[in-house]
């Protein structure tokens, strides 16, 4: 496959995750494709994290928060690292900063994918759903826009066919999910059980 020229970014990065995030490849031009651009999508994302850990730890769990920086950590950088492998493989070394540098920006994006579903899943249950069904429904529609734009963003950065690209997308998907693993046996799988909730009390003081 011949790789085509890339523009010049235009660093206009909410506008470039809006046109991902709906289907057009031209939202990649908005992105640098270098190291230092997938350094600075790490950025924000890395001061958000101490952030968090710190004020966890603060609360007097020190175990939780290094728990909670240990898995946001590999739920960051594991994406890149696998992709990483196929580059090597398939020539598309040139292209992993790219890729690599639109999944970061991208966390922003599924956030917002979710809030948006959030409230037509709630639709369902005045229809007569079950509540049980419409976060089910809440979920599966999540997680299938999820695959999708892994799909789409493997496909387009690293230039590559739809085949490779539903490979990329299962392997960086799953292989994220079994190195999540790492961090429980790190600190203890009662410990990440608690995780949550140590986050929930801390979201809401008062209570």
């Known amino acids: 496959m011949t790789e085509p ?25 908005q992105f640098g494709a270098t190291r230092d651009a997938f350094l600075a999508s790490l950025a924000p994302w890395l001061g ?18 290094l728990a909670f920086f240990l898995v946001t950590i ?15 493989l398939w020539q598309r070394r040139e292209n992993w900063a790219l ?12 956030v917002a994918a979710f809030l948006l579903l959030l409230p037509l899943a709630s639709l369902t249950v005045p229809l007569g759903a079950s509540l049980q069904t419409a976060t089910w429904l809440l979920m ?31 392997t960086v998907i799953f292989g994220t999910g079994i190195l999540l693993q790492i961090p429980s046996l790190l600190v203890g799988k009662s410990t990440l059980d608690r995780l949550g909730n140590s986050i929930d009390k801390l979201a809401r003081p008062s209570e």
């Open 5 to 29: 020229a890339r523009p010049k970014p235009n660093g206009r990065l909410t506008l470039g995750l809006l046109l991902i995030g709906t289907g057009r490849p031209a939202g990649f031009a």
């Open 48 to 65: 958000l994290l101490i952030v968090l850990s710190g004020t966890i730890a603060w609360a007097g769990k020190p175990i939780v928060a």
């Open 74 to 88: 590999c739920n960051l950088l594991a994406p890149a690292v696998i992709a990483d492998a196929f580059c090597r």
């Open 99 to 110: 890729y690599a540098n639109v999944l970061n920006c991208s966390q922003w994006l599924m």
């Open 140 to 170: 599966a529609s999540w997680a299938g826009y999820v695959i999708w734009f892994h799909w789409f963003a493997a496909r387009h950065a690293l230039n590559i066919s739809r085949g490779r690209a539903a490979i990329v997308m299962l």
